[in-house]
């Protein structure tokens, strides 16, 4: 039986995951994923996330299906990482203060049986509320915005900080489930999972 493996850390991904029901093993990539530019493309963080399953896929045998993600915020056209510091969080979250942004998340799936692969990006878009000074310190000083691209979770931000949202929720906090089955089905797992991939 073809096993599934993610190949990210990140909380939010594997609940996304569980949440579908999926059997799948967690091990993370290694791939160094620092950008040479901050100047947004898709083939930039499609390569990104195909770069991370790869470094997995090197590391694993045969009969896996290995699923490589990245998940970047882009604000008029530049990419908001992770911050280094509060100082940098505070900063990303004063520009995204009151503006329409957008979230990318590129998934790579490979099947290392057969050596195909799936590729796919999902698109939202987040608009916050106007953040004063002191919604942004409080958002800093009560939840985790260092290890969050653009340095917040849209899953945890407080009554009055977000404005609305368009798209996959999903996507914006960090795997869009229907990316997920699509690639899944390419890859050959729907007869596995069937009644998965049909909710």
Known sequence: MVQIIL?????RRKKIMTDLGLDFEIIPSKYDEKLETDEFSYDLIEDLATQ????????????????????VVVLHNKILGKPHNKENAFKMLKALSGNTHSVVTSLCGINT??????????????RFTEWSDEMIYNYIDNFSPLDKAGSYGIQELPKGYLDKYEGSFENIVGLDTNAVKQVL???????????VLKT
């Open 185 to 195: 089905e390419q890859l050959g797992y729907k007869q596995q999972v069937s009644n």
């Open 113 to 126: 049986h057969t050596n195909r692969a799936s590729l796919i990006s999902t698109t939202s878009y987040v």
């Open 7 to 11: 190949a990210s850390n990140s909380p």
């Open 52 to 71: 991370k399953a790869l470094d997995v896929v090197r590391r694993v045998d045969n009969d896996k299906i290995v699923l490589g993600a990245d998940t």
